[in-house]
């Protein structure tokens, strides 16, 4: 069993930038695909960006490329989700994803959830 907890959000201004962090515990994430979804307002939850275990390869959307980087801290066990560039359509419930599926850019892919965490880009 993985557990999951995620922390950093909160309130950014356009233009600006928050650090979300996944802390896991009952595994360790170097044997973990791990994988950043987000639910904006009303709408599905969508996939943001993946780290792949076995290969190290990183994958984003279309949206975040460029913005958004996730990285791994083998010694916390802490997967991160640094967001630069932000735009109000930023603006959702963030959540943090832990699985072993080749399909680690789908919600599919995971088997645990974080709780959620919420990012707001407002003026």
């Known amino acids: 069993q993985v557990q999951l907890v995620e922390s950093g959000g909160g309130l950014a201004q356009p233009g600006g930038s928050l650090r979300l962090s996944c802390a896991a515990s009952?595994?360790?994430?170097?044997?973990?695909?791990m994988g950043w979804f987000r639910r904006p307002p009303g709408k599905e939850r969508e996939f943001v960006a993946a780290s792949r275990w076995s290969t190290g390869s990183t994958s984003y959307a279309d949206s975040v490329k460029g913005r958004f980087t996730i990285s791994r801290d083998y010694a916390k066990n802490t997967v991160y989700l640094q967001m630069n560039s932000l735009k109000p359509e930023d603006t959702a419930d963030y959540y943090c994803?832990?699985?072993?599926?080749?399909?680690?850019?789908?919600?599919?892919?995971?088997?645990?959830w974080g709780q959620g965490t919420q990012v707001i880009v407002s003026s």
């Open positions: 994803a832990a699985g072993r599926s080749v399909f680690y850019n789908a919600e599919r892919g995971y088997d645990y």
């Open positions: 009952g595994r360790t994430v170097s044997s973990l695909n």
